[in-house]
């Protein structure tokens, strides 16, 4: 619920707010559990900053969209939204053969139980906006962050570091 609020598309908040509104990143997203589900109560968050905007800049609007999560409940329409986006993609994920035995066998392994897949559906409508909030101030801990950015040069401020060598 968490991933998919912060960052499941152009309607989700760390989208609207940092390409959107404030329009200092060309893409804001995240995804979990991080790397794959192994550990599931990883995230990952990224933005690509428009020319003009630093790393640190994406880093802190990233925390702020997380902050405002720990600290205010989402609204029903964002919770409504998760739910339908969850039931339906699990229910696309149903609609060929190749889909419904993948992730019978995926529920089967995962849970020991290929009906877990249908308690899903339950499990998905029963979140509610304090247990985001509470999972969010689980996870969301200062001393769980770890930020990096990838920085290029221009082939001038390359030339320029190497002392002018080709």
């Not at 200092?24 to 428009?50: C, N």
């Not at 699990?90 to 035995?101: E, F, S, T, V, W």
């Not at 509610?128 to 769980?144: E, G, K, L, Y």
Request: net charge neutral.
């Amino acid at each position: 619920a968490i991933s998919d609020i912060l960052s499941n598309g152009r309607v989700s908040r760390m989208y609207r707010s940092l390409v959107r509104d404030q329009q200092i990143a060309a893409e804001a997203q995240g995804f979990s559990p991080f790397p794959g589900d192994k550990y599931p109560g990883l995230f990952a968050f990224y933005a690509v900053p428009l020319p003009g905007h630093t790393p640190a800049e994406m880093r802190d609007a990233i925390h702020r969209e997380i902050e405002k999560l720990k600290t205010a409940d989402v609204t029903d329409e964002e919770l409504q939204m998760y739910k339908t986006r969850a039931r339906a993609d699990l229910l696309r994920g149903l609609a060929d053969n190749q889909g419904l035995a993948n992730t019978l066998a995926e529920y089967q392994t995962r849970y020991g139980d290929w009906r877990e897949l249908f308690r899903r559906l339950d499990t998905v409508d029963k979140v509610t906006r304090a247990d985001i909030r509470r999972v969010a101030n689980q996870v969301f801990v200062a001393s769980n962050r770890t930020s990096a950015w990838i920085e290029t040069a221009t082939p001038e401020a390359a030339a320029q570091k190497d002392g002018g060598a080709q």
